[in-house]
T-cell receptor, first 115, second 113 residues
Framework: EAAVTQSPRNKVTVTGGNVTLSCRQT?????MYWYRQDTGHGLRLIHY???????QIGDVPDGYKATRTTQEDFFLLLELASPSQTSLYFC??????????????FGPGTRLLVL | QQKVQQSPESLIVPEGAMTSLNCTFS??????FAWYRQHSGKAPKALMS????GEKEEGRFTIHLNKASLHFSLHIRDSQPSDSALYLC????????????FGSGTKVIPCLP
């Protein structure tokens, strides 16, 4: 099964702080995603990428930057964290292989608290 | 923008009973329909997916898709304590999982009969 790891698993910062969340996948998947999960909203897509150096805007990108440095590594940056960004963040990966045989594989999540 | 809505928000299900979770979507050109399951404190994990109208069964789980009604559902029979989880439906305009829009989830809570 696809392996996706995230670090840190928990993070506390203050309003205005600078935070970087890291994600690594070791399955040579082309696509990587950052989601946030809040009660009542399910998973909301922040940014995604289909390869090193590529970045695509998701549905809730405001206040977030992202960078895909290699095929394996995808980072989410909060340069001026706000309390509204307190959330559970998931990274995921997938590959457009055979049609109708695709799925996203999720990391364990990072819980971020902005005070 | 695709809108995906789930109902109900939560379900209490007696052990051994059957239950149904619903998902509606707004884009009639959608091609890929999936259910993900998320146990408490864990990552979401793909459960089942379907691409054409009709039903697909895997063990105690069945997906039913009706594209014309913009609706698909997940049926769980013989509910078990291990079914306790948040169930997320997801829809994509392509046949791939690279453009999924997720619903807000249905929390299934098993109980003793």
């Amino acid at each position: 099964e696809a392996a996706v790891t995230q670090s840190p698993r928990n993070k506390v910062t203050v309003t205005g702080g600078n935070v970087t969340l890291s994600c690594r996948q070791t399955n040579s998947h082309n696509y990587m995603y950052w989601y946030r999960q809040d009660t009542g909203h399910g998973l909301r897509l922040i940014h995604y990428s289909y390869g090193a150096g590529n970045l695509q805007i998701g549905d809730v990108p405001d206040g977030y930057k992202a960078t895909r440095t290699t095929q394996e590594d995808f980072f989410l940056l909060l340069e001026l964290a706000s309390p509204s960004q307190t959330s559970l963040y998931f990274c995921a990966s997938s590959d457009e292989g055979a049609l109708n045989q695709d799925t996203q594989y999720f990391g364990p999540g990072t819980r971020l608290l902005v005070l | 923008q695709q809108k995906v809505q789930q109902s109900p928000e939560s379900l209490i299900v007696p052990e051994g009973a059957m239950t149904s979770l619903n998902c509606t979507f707004s884009d009639s050109a959608s091609q890929y329909f999936a259910w993900y399951r998320q146990h408490s404190g864990k990552a979401p994990k793909a459960l089942m997916s379907i691409f054409s109208n009709g039903e697909k069964e895997e063990g105690r789980f069945t997906i039913h898709l009706n594209k014309a009604s913009l609706h698909f559902s997940l049926h769980i029979r013989d509910s078990q304590p291990s079914d306790s989880a948040l169930y997320l439906c997801a829809v994509s305009p392509t046949g791939f999982a690279s453009a999924l829009t997720f619903g807000s989830g249905t929390k299934v809570i098993p109980c003793l009969p």
